[in-house]
């Protein structure tokens, strides 16, 4: 029989979301004040949590998007990181945000910060709407987290279970 899951309870609401990228985009403003900044979103989850943020900069900004794979129908993840969307044009005149769902493993921004660093930015930092510390399977520490979660599945507001809850407006866990 197929196996079912269930969605919980709302566990971080839209508005508790909404005020964490203002204080975010805020802090960002402040930090690059006189630059201009690209931030690059990692499809698809980070997409809902980049536009609240991004609404949120008051300096020059700019928008591109990476997509990489990470678990498919799993809820554990691979630990293989395959580039499936590269990004449009070069960044080394930019000051890069990396901006993420969450951070489990850490495996897969560990892997994007020498990527790109590769490419020599004028500077590289991480932004992520939730942190799940107790995941981690090699060390990684985000500039800017909306939120540290405990070792659950989370769905909802961009992340998924198998391409599904991506829509929900408000975190929630997979039972
Ligand atoms: P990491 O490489 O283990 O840090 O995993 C990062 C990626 O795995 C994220 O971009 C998510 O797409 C996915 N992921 C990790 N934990 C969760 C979760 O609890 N719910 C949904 N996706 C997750
Ligand atoms: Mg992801």
Redo the contacts with the bound molecule.
Sequence with gaps: MEEKHVVGQVMITQEEIFSRAKEIGTQISKDYAGETVLLIG?LK?AVLWLADVVKNITIDTEIDFMAVS??GAS?K?SGVVRILKDLDRPIDDMHVIVV??????????NYLKGYLKARGPKSIKFCTLLD?PT?RRIEFKADYVGFEVED????GYG???DQRYRNLPYISVLD
């Design positions: 990692i989850g990470s678990y809820t993840s993420e769902d969450i951070i489990d493993s850490g495996i897969t921004l799940k995941g659950k599945f989370i769905v992340l998924d279970y």
